[in-house]
């Protein structure tokens, strides 16, 4: 079992109560703040090293350092191997700002995308615009719906109701 794969079953696991799943992730969340906190003061340095390196320079268990790189690959300007990695791999840090931003709004994460970091990062105006761009990405715009007495918009020539409205 890959070192995901036993993230993902303790971290999403069926067999915890809701008090332990919750003190879990609380504890969890306390550390992925830190971590951010770290990373948001040297936005433009690139953190390289293995997995265990990084959970011991920060202070986490592996598996929580695996929890950490599975919520942040989608943030990186180079994905890191996630679904291969093991303790040895060699994982970077070198995230996008603006995704890394708009990925904590999608996840609703309000406790990292509000931490004070971010505000040497971008002013008030850049997060407001980062943060409706993220809202907005979910939006589905419908079309306006074709009548069924309208000529058909295949070009055909012939009314909707006899083309394509079969």
Known sequence: MSLLEQWRDDAYSN????????RFWNSYFEKEKKIYEILLANPDETVSGTVKELADKYGITLMEMVGFLDGINDSLKVANPIDEMVED????????KELL????VDAK???LYNLPAWNNIFDEKKKKELYLKQKKSHTVIVGKKVGRNE???CGSGK???YCCGR
């Open 89 to 96: 791999t060699v994982v970077n840090l070198g995230f996008d």
């Open 151 to 153: 000529p058909c918009p």
């Open 101 to 104: 931003y708009m990925n904590m």
């Open 109 to 111: 994460a309000d406790w």
């Open 159 to 161: 009314k909707y109701k």
């Open 15 to 22: 067999k915890k109560d809701k008090r332990e799943i919750e």
